[in-house]
């Protein structure tokens, strides 16, 4: 089946260390993108990736950076983590973007200790 | 600043009754509206959508209103089973000057009880 994967479902690390999350896609889709879910609250778009074209939020800190090697891989990185970055991380795809249905992974639960 | 709202943290209906989520929003701009929803461990996938244009989208047991007048849309979900106890999210998408993207409400926990 066509679908987003994530990797690792789970991630622990530690204050200050850095952590990559992993997004794969099997649908061939143009645009991914990353969304921070904390709890009981709308998930964040931090940044997405058109192809090759990056797009950051405004609101994005500079501590999260991602990277995009081909389509079908996505990752995102944190380069110092700290507890208020605790959060589920959510990776989604679209065929072009705009109004286009995104289809979601499960989820990357990141707890920073 | 939160664009879209869903201020029912939760909701619980018995098994073959309607069940009504609520969101509102305050973007004008918004033109597009999609309800997602999210099982346990699983992303949220995507539920129905309905355009400005129209007021009214169906599919099967689910429905979605729009009152573009009072920026608010509603998911009727009728009759309501055990298997569609999940989190239910609002989304809103339109051209504003960061491009077109989506922005979702916080979530609704829906319970159907048997």
């Known amino acids: 089946d066509a679908m987003v994967i994530q990797n690792p479902r789970y991630q622990v690390t530690q204050f200050g260390k850095p952590v990559t999350l992993s997004c794969s896609q099997t649908?061939?889709?143009?645009?991914m993108y990353w969304y921070q879910q904390k709890s009981s609250q709308a998930p964040k778009l931090l940044f997405h990736?058109?192809?090759?074209?990056?797009?950051n939020e405004a609101d994005t800190p500079d501590n999260f950076q991602s990277r995009r090697p081909n389509t079908s891989f996505c990752f995102l990185d944190i380069r110092s983590p700290g507890l208020g970055d605790a959060a589920m991380y959510l990776c989604?795809?679209?065929?072009?973007?705009?109004?286009?249905?995104?289809?979601f992974g499960p989820g990357t639960r990141l707890t920073v200790l | 600043d939160q664009q879209v709202k869903q201020n029912s943290p939760s909701l619980s209906v018995q098994e073959g009754r309607i069940s009504i989520l609520n969101c509102d929003y305050t973007n004008s701009m918004f033109d597009y509206f999609l309800w997602y929803k999210k099982y346990p461990a699983e992303g949220p996938t995507f539920l129905i959508s309905?355009?400005?244009?129209?007021d009214k989208n169906e599919d099967g047991r689910f429905t979605v209103f729009l009152n573009k007048s009072a920026k608010h849309l509603s998911l009727h979900i009728v009759p309501s089973q055990p298997g569609d106890s999940a989190v239910y999210f609002c989304?809103?998408?339109?051209?504003?000057?960061?491009?077109?993207?989506?922005?979702f409400g916080a979530g609704t926990i829906l319970r159907v009880k048997s």
């Open positions: 989304a809103a998408s339109g051209y504003m000057e960061y491009g077109n993207k989506l922005v």
């Open positions: 649908l061939n889709h143009n645009v």
């Open positions: 309905i355009s400005s244009i129209k």
């Open positions: 990736y058109y192809d090759k074209d990056f797009n």
């Open positions: 989604a795809t679209s065929i072009t973007g705009g109004t286009d249905t995104q289809y």
